[in-house]
T-cell receptor
Framework: AQSVTQLDSQVPVFEEAPVELRCNYSSSVSVYLFWYVQYPNQGLQLLLKYLSGSTLVKGINGFEAEFNKSQTSFHLRKPSVHISDTAEYFCAVNNGGYQKVTFGTGTKLQVIP | EADIYQTPRYLVIGTGKKITLECSQT?????MYWYQQDPGMELHLIHYSYGVNSTEKGDLSSESTVSRIRTEHFPLTLESARPSHTSQYLC????????????FGQGTRLTVV
Protein backbone atom coordinates (compact mmCIF):
# COMPACT_ATOMS: atom_id res chain seq x y z
CA ALA A 1 0.00 0.00 0.00
CA GLN A 2 1.14 3.53 -0.65
CA SER A 3 0.38 6.70 1.28
CA VAL A 4 1.46 10.31 1.48
CA THR A 5 1.61 12.64 4.47
CA GLN A 6 1.88 16.39 4.12
CA LEU A 7 2.95 17.62 7.49
CA ASP A 8 1.76 21.22 7.25
CA SER A 9 -1.77 22.23 6.32
CA GLN A 10 -0.85 25.93 6.01
CA VAL A 11 2.46 27.70 5.51
CA PRO A 12 2.60 31.50 5.68
CA VAL A 13 5.79 33.06 4.37
CA PHE A 14 6.90 36.57 3.49
CA GLU A 15 7.52 37.50 -0.11
CA GLU A 16 11.10 36.82 -1.29
CA ALA A 17 11.72 34.47 1.65
CA PRO A 18 12.56 30.79 1.10
CA VAL A 19 9.97 28.11 1.70
CA GLU A 20 9.89 24.36 2.23
CA LEU A 21 6.73 22.28 2.00
CA ARG A 22 7.13 18.87 3.58
CA CYS A 23 6.00 15.53 2.21
CA ASN A 24 6.62 12.03 3.53
CA TYR A 25 5.57 8.85 1.80
CA SER A 26 5.25 5.18 2.53
CA SER A 27 5.45 2.44 -0.04
CA SER A 28 6.51 -1.17 -0.14
CA VAL A 29 7.93 -0.95 -3.65
CA SER A 30 9.64 1.58 -5.87
CA VAL A 31 7.95 4.94 -5.79
CA TYR A 32 7.34 7.72 -8.22
CA LEU A 33 6.67 11.07 -6.59
CA PHE A 34 4.98 14.24 -7.75
CA TRP A 35 4.18 17.74 -6.63
CA TYR A 36 1.13 19.54 -8.01
CA VAL A 37 -0.07 23.11 -7.59
CA GLN A 38 -3.69 24.21 -7.55
CA TYR A 39 -4.73 27.82 -7.98
CA PRO A 40 -8.26 28.86 -6.91
CA ASN A 41 -11.03 27.41 -9.05
CA GLN A 42 -8.56 25.46 -11.16
CA GLY A 43 -7.52 21.88 -11.65
CA LEU A 44 -4.14 20.56 -10.54
CA GLN A 45 -1.01 21.37 -12.52
CA LEU A 46 2.17 19.32 -12.32
CA LEU A 47 5.11 21.19 -10.75
CA LEU A 48 7.71 18.43 -10.87
CA LYS A 49 8.18 14.70 -10.67
CA TYR A 50 10.72 12.14 -9.54
CA LEU A 51 10.83 8.88 -11.46
CA SER A 52 14.49 7.85 -11.19
CA GLY A 53 18.00 9.21 -11.45
CA SER A 54 19.11 12.40 -9.74
CA THR A 55 17.45 12.88 -6.38
CA LEU A 56 17.24 16.64 -6.88
CA VAL A 57 14.43 17.46 -9.24
CA LYS A 58 13.80 20.87 -10.73
CA GLY A 59 10.34 21.95 -11.80
CA ILE A 60 8.46 24.90 -13.12
CA ASN A 61 8.22 28.34 -11.50
CA GLY A 62 11.59 27.94 -9.74
CA PHE A 63 10.54 25.05 -7.51
CA GLU A 64 12.69 22.03 -6.75
CA ALA A 65 12.34 18.92 -4.62
CA GLU A 66 14.72 16.37 -3.20
CA PHE A 67 13.98 12.67 -2.99
CA ASN A 68 15.38 11.18 0.20
CA LYS A 69 14.90 7.43 0.29
CA SER A 70 16.30 6.90 3.78
CA GLN A 71 13.92 9.49 5.25
CA THR A 72 11.08 8.61 2.84
CA SER A 73 10.67 12.28 2.09
CA PHE A 74 10.13 14.45 -0.97
CA HIS A 75 10.13 18.03 0.29
CA LEU A 76 9.40 20.93 -2.04
CA ARG A 77 11.51 24.08 -1.88
CA LYS A 78 11.78 27.48 -3.43
CA PRO A 79 14.58 29.93 -2.53
CA SER A 80 12.48 33.07 -2.99
CA VAL A 81 8.69 33.09 -3.20
CA HIS A 82 6.44 35.52 -5.01
CA ILE A 83 2.89 36.60 -4.36
CA SER A 84 1.85 34.55 -7.38
CA ASP A 85 3.00 31.36 -5.59
CA THR A 86 0.05 31.63 -3.23
CA ALA A 87 -1.83 28.40 -3.94
CA GLU A 88 -2.40 24.92 -2.59
CA TYR A 89 0.27 22.30 -3.14
CA PHE A 90 -0.32 18.56 -3.26
CA CYS A 91 2.24 15.80 -2.98
CA ALA A 92 1.40 12.52 -4.70
CA VAL A 93 2.82 9.01 -5.08
CA ASN A 94 2.33 6.34 -7.70
CA ASN A 95 3.84 2.86 -7.58
CA GLY A 96 3.14 2.33 -11.23
CA GLY A 97 1.36 -0.61 -12.74
CA TYR A 98 -2.32 -0.65 -11.85
CA GLN A 99 -1.90 1.49 -8.76
CA LYS A 100 -3.92 4.66 -8.43
CA VAL A 101 -2.19 7.97 -7.86
CA THR A 102 -2.45 8.76 -4.13
CA PHE A 103 -2.54 12.39 -3.00
CA GLY A 104 -1.66 14.04 0.27
CA THR A 105 -4.07 16.34 2.04
CA GLY A 106 -2.49 19.49 0.60
CA THR A 107 -0.55 22.45 1.97
CA LYS A 108 -1.81 25.99 1.53
CA LEU A 109 1.05 28.36 0.84
CA GLN A 110 0.22 31.95 1.68
CA VAL A 111 2.76 34.52 0.55
CA ILE A 112 2.58 37.71 2.58
CA PRO A 113 3.55 40.99 0.89
CA GLU B 1 0.13 20.06 -23.04
CA ALA B 2 -2.51 17.90 -21.41
CA ASP B 3 -5.76 17.46 -23.27
CA ILE B 4 -8.46 16.68 -20.77
CA TYR B 5 -11.66 18.64 -20.75
CA GLN B 6 -14.49 19.01 -18.30
CA THR B 7 -17.87 20.58 -18.96
CA PRO B 8 -19.52 22.53 -17.65
CA ARG B 9 -17.05 24.61 -15.61
CA TYR B 10 -19.81 25.90 -13.37
CA LEU B 11 -23.29 24.51 -12.76
CA VAL B 12 -26.05 25.73 -10.48
CA ILE B 13 -28.99 23.38 -10.34
CA GLY B 14 -32.07 22.74 -8.24
CA THR B 15 -32.52 19.91 -5.78
CA GLY B 16 -33.81 16.69 -7.31
CA LYS B 17 -32.49 17.30 -10.81
CA LYS B 18 -30.46 14.74 -12.69
CA ILE B 19 -27.07 15.96 -13.84
CA THR B 20 -24.16 14.60 -15.83
CA LEU B 21 -20.68 16.04 -15.59
CA GLU B 22 -18.65 15.43 -18.70
CA CYS B 23 -14.98 14.50 -18.89
CA SER B 24 -13.07 13.74 -22.07
CA GLN B 25 -9.41 13.19 -22.84
CA THR B 26 -7.64 12.91 -26.16
CA UNK B 27 -4.43 11.31 -24.91
CA UNK B 28 -5.57 7.69 -25.16
CA UNK B 29 -5.10 7.15 -21.42
CA UNK B 30 -6.60 4.03 -19.96
CA UNK B 31 -6.79 5.19 -16.34
CA MET B 32 -9.32 7.88 -15.46
CA TYR B 33 -10.38 9.30 -12.12
CA TRP B 34 -13.03 11.47 -10.52
CA TYR B 35 -12.16 13.43 -7.40
CA GLN B 36 -14.44 15.47 -5.17
CA GLN B 37 -12.93 18.51 -3.49
CA ASP B 38 -14.62 21.01 -1.17
CA PRO B 39 -13.15 24.54 -1.39
CA GLY B 40 -9.65 24.64 0.02
CA MET B 41 -9.81 21.04 1.12
CA GLU B 42 -8.17 17.76 0.18
CA LEU B 43 -8.97 15.61 -2.83
CA HIS B 44 -11.22 12.62 -2.33
CA LEU B 45 -11.21 9.87 -4.97
CA ILE B 46 -14.81 8.87 -5.69
CA HIS B 47 -14.48 6.81 -8.88
CA TYR B 48 -11.80 5.39 -11.10
CA SER B 49 -11.52 3.30 -14.22
CA TYR B 50 -8.72 1.16 -15.60
CA GLY B 51 -10.21 1.07 -19.06
CA VAL B 52 -13.35 0.54 -21.11
CA ASN B 53 -16.12 -1.19 -19.14
CA SER B 54 -14.03 -1.00 -15.96
CA THR B 55 -15.26 1.24 -13.12
CA GLU B 56 -14.69 1.05 -9.39
CA LYS B 57 -15.66 3.03 -6.33
CA GLY B 58 -13.01 5.23 -4.83
CA ASP B 59 -12.01 5.89 -1.24
CA LEU B 60 -14.92 8.24 -0.52
CA SER B 61 -18.44 6.93 -0.80
CA SER B 62 -20.46 8.85 -3.36
CA GLU B 63 -24.04 8.70 -4.58
CA SER B 64 -22.83 9.45 -8.09
CA THR B 65 -22.29 6.85 -10.79
CA VAL B 66 -19.90 6.68 -13.72
CA SER B 67 -19.61 4.85 -17.00
CA ARG B 68 -16.73 4.09 -19.36
CA ILE B 69 -18.04 3.03 -22.72
CA ARG B 70 -15.27 4.74 -24.67
CA THR B 71 -11.63 5.21 -23.71
CA GLU B 72 -11.80 8.97 -24.04
CA HIS B 73 -15.04 9.59 -22.17
CA PHE B 74 -15.77 9.21 -18.42
CA PRO B 75 -19.00 10.97 -17.44
CA LEU B 76 -20.26 11.25 -13.87
CA THR B 77 -23.99 11.24 -13.15
CA LEU B 78 -26.06 12.27 -10.16
CA GLU B 79 -29.60 10.92 -10.48
CA SER B 80 -31.06 13.34 -7.93
CA ALA B 81 -28.92 16.27 -6.90
CA ARG B 82 -28.96 17.45 -3.28
CA PRO B 83 -27.31 20.44 -1.55
CA SER B 84 -24.82 18.02 0.05
CA HIS B 85 -23.48 17.35 -3.46
CA THR B 86 -22.30 20.95 -3.73
CA SER B 87 -18.57 20.70 -4.36
CA GLN B 88 -15.87 20.84 -7.02
CA TYR B 89 -15.46 17.73 -9.16
CA LEU B 90 -12.09 17.09 -10.79
CA CYS B 91 -11.47 14.59 -13.55
CA UNK B 92 -8.01 13.18 -14.27
CA UNK B 93 -6.35 10.60 -16.47
CA UNK B 94 -3.03 8.77 -16.63
CA UNK B 95 -1.38 6.23 -18.95
CA UNK B 96 -1.59 2.52 -18.11
CA UNK B 97 1.13 0.48 -16.50
CA UNK B 98 3.46 3.42 -16.16
CA UNK B 99 4.62 5.54 -13.31
CA UNK B 100 3.71 8.90 -14.66
CA UNK B 101 1.64 11.76 -13.47
CA UNK B 102 -2.09 12.22 -13.66
CA UNK B 103 -3.37 14.98 -15.91
CA PHE B 104 -6.24 17.06 -14.61
CA GLY B 105 -9.14 18.89 -16.15
CA GLN B 106 -10.13 22.37 -14.99
CA GLY B 107 -12.88 21.01 -12.77
CA THR B 108 -16.63 21.51 -12.50
CA ARG B 109 -17.93 23.57 -9.62
CA LEU B 110 -21.38 22.27 -8.78
CA THR B 111 -23.86 24.16 -6.62
CA VAL B 112 -27.16 22.52 -5.74
CA VAL B 113 -29.77 24.92 -4.41
Amino acid sequence: AQSVTQLDSQVPVFEEAPVELRCNYSSSVSVYLFWYVQYPNQGLQLLLKYLSGSTLVKGINGFEAEFNKSQTSFHLRKPSVHISDTAEYFCAVNNGGYQKVTFGTGTKLQVIP
Amino acid sequence: EADIYQTPRYLVIGTGKKITLECSQTMGHDKMYWYQQDPGMELHLIHYSYGVNSTEKGDLSSESTVSRIRTEHFPLTLESARPSHTSQYLCASSPPLSATEAFFGQGTRLTVV
